[in-house]
């Protein structure tokens, strides 16, 4: 099977994250796709290690209520792995346990900007397809042609979980933009 690996911390999971799945779903050839929940991003504070078992739980209830049906499931993998959590390692993990599948991973033109500070990037890029969905702010083509990644042309989403935090820390009301 084609297996897209939709990696993110989803602190929350918000309506650009499932325009992004249902592009996957609807426009691409892959088999299923799964939204592999982060506990703690390496790159990122400490602050989200804290609701690990609570963004899981919402991640998979908003799943599910979304009536993907089988063709997107939520992977907890990395709450299985020794830290620090590296997306090579995840993958490899995913190929060894499932050696007939083909895993792509699926990121945003911003990750695909800082590719450079993650663990074993160059491995990555080689061993691994990547498929990019353009972010405001970055030249996501590019960015792609630099590091031989295959462009998304799927729809620009301008919101972020980081807005949504920043927001409704503010007091604003984001609630249109959850899932």
């Known amino acids: 099977m084609n ?8 602190n929350p999971l918000h309506i650009g ?5 249902h592009f996957l779903t609807e426009k691409t050839s892959i088999d299923q796709l799964r939204l592999v929940v982060s506990p703690r991003n390496p790159l990122k504070g400490k602050a989200y290690a ?8 919402y991640v998979k209830d908003a799943v599910e209520r979304a009536h ?10 990395e709450y299985h792995l020794t830290p620090p959590l590296y997306t090579i390692n995840t993958l ?4 060894e346990k499932e050696p007939l599948n083909n895993f792509i991973l699926v990121m945003g033109a911003d990750n695909l900007a800082i590719i450079e500070k993650w663990h074993k990037w160059e491995e990555l890029i080689q061993e691994f397809r990547i498929w990019v969905y353009p972010r405001t702010g970055f030249d996501t083509e590019a960015l792609c042609i630099k590091y031989g990644v295959q462009i998304l042309r799927a729809p620009l989403i301008e919101i972020s979980s980081t807005q949504i935090r920043e927001a409704e820390e503010s007091g604003l ?7």
């Open 173 to 179: 009301d984001m609630s249109q933009f959850r899932v």
């Open 50 to 57: 804290n609701n690990a078992r609570e963004r899981l739980k």
């Open 92 to 95: 490899r993990k995913l190929r």
């Open 68 to 77: 993907f049906g089988r063709r997107v499931a939520v992977c907890d993998i």
């Open 17 to 21: 994250h499932l325009s992004i799945c």
């Open 3 to 10: 297996i897209a690996l939709y990696f993110g911390s989803f």
